[in-house]
Nanobody
Framework: QVQLVESGGGLVQAGGSLRLSCAAS????????MRWYRQAPGNQRELVAT???????TYVDSVRGRFIISRDNAKKTVYLQMNGLRPEDTAVYYC???????????????WGQGTQVTVSS
C-alpha cells in the first residue's frame, strides 16, 4: 500500500515562511515527477511546482522566486519551501508522485491527503 504523507502546514503572517514535506512509503520501485498543487475555496486545483527525477524544476508564475521545490530521493520525500507568503497563497496544498511498483510496470500518480496553509494579512 503506497502512501504519501504531508506535513508542515499551518498559520503564518504575510511575509513569513513555511516548509512543506511529503514522504512516500510502501512498495515503490522508483519515483518520476513529484508535484505540489494547491486548492483555495471555490477554486480549481492549481499546479504550483514540479520537480523531475533528475531535479529539473518548474513553477507557476505566481510563486516563482518565492517558492522552492526540492526532493530527497533516498528518503522518497519532496519539499516545498515557501517564502514571502501572501494571503492569496492560502489554500490546501497537495503533493503528488508518479511512481512505479515493479520493473516494467507503468507509472501511477498518487496523492497526499492535503495540508492547510493559511496566510494572515
Amino acid at each position: 500500500q503506497v502512501q504519501l504523507v504531508e506535513s508542515g502546514g499551518g498559520l503564518v503572517q504575510a511575509g513569513g515562511s513555511l516548509r512543506l514535506s511529503c514522504a512516500a512509503s510502501g512498495k515503490i520501485l522508483s519515483i518520476n515527477d513529484m508535484r505540489w498543487y494547491r486548492q483555495a475555496p471555490g477554486n480549481q486545483r492549481e499546479l504550483v511546482a514540479t520537480i523531475t527525477s533528475d531535479g529539473s524544476t518548474t513553477y507557476v508564475d505566481s510563486v516563482r522566486g518565492r517558492f522552492i521545490i526540492s526532493r530527497d530521493n533516498a528518503k522518497k520525500t519532496v519539499y516545498l519551501q515557501m517564502n514571502g507568503l501572501r494571503p492569496e497563497d492560502t489554500a490546501v496544498y497537495y503533493c503528488s508522485a508518479d511512481l512505479t511498483y515493479y520493473s516494467g510496470s507503468p507509472y501511477y500518480r498518487h496523492w497526499g491527503q492535503g495540508t492547510q496553509v493559511t496566510v494572515s494579512s
